[in-house]
């Protein structure tokens, strides 16, 4: 089942973004992340479906066409430099906000 997704280091791979949803959606009952916090959830997102699409690619159970799985990896990775620094951007405004009220 492990090769279905391109072997163990593509598993691995796939983990990586899935452990950061995971320390996202537990943050809040820590502390308050804000608005920031949806964009770098979305971020992880697209991360995780980034890596899972890599790993399709190179596995055994699904093959994209060539042009759609390049396009859609492309997309995707847009997607999540594009959130991660909107994230970025509205922790920055949180925080100089805060500054500013203190």
């Known amino acids: 089942?492990?090769?279905?997704?391109?072997?163990?280091?593509?598993?691995?791979?796939i983990f990586?973004?899935?452990f950061g949803i995971c320390v996202l959606l537990?943050?809040?009952?820590?502390?308050?992340?804000?608005?920031s916090r949806r964009y770098f959830v979305s971020a992880f997102i697209f991360w995780l479906s980034f890596q899972v699409l890599i790993?399709?690619?190179?596995?055994?159970?699904?093959?994209?066409?060539?042009?759609?799985?390049?396009?859609s990896a492309i997309l995707l990775?847009?997607?999540f430099i594009g959130l991660l620094f909107r994230g970025l951007f509205a922790a920055w405004k949180e925080q100089e906000s805060s500054i500013s009220s203190v």
């Open 77 to 79: 990775l847009i997607g």
């Open 26 to 35: 537990i943050t809040p009952k820590i502390t308050d992340t804000g608005r």
């Open 1 to 13: 089942m492990i090769e279905w997704f391109g072997g163990g280091q593509d598993v691995i791979d």
């Open 55 to 71: 790993g399709l690619e190179q596995g055994t159970l699904v093959s994209f066409p060539h042009l759609i799985g390049l396009i």
């Open 16 to 18: 990586i973004p899935l």
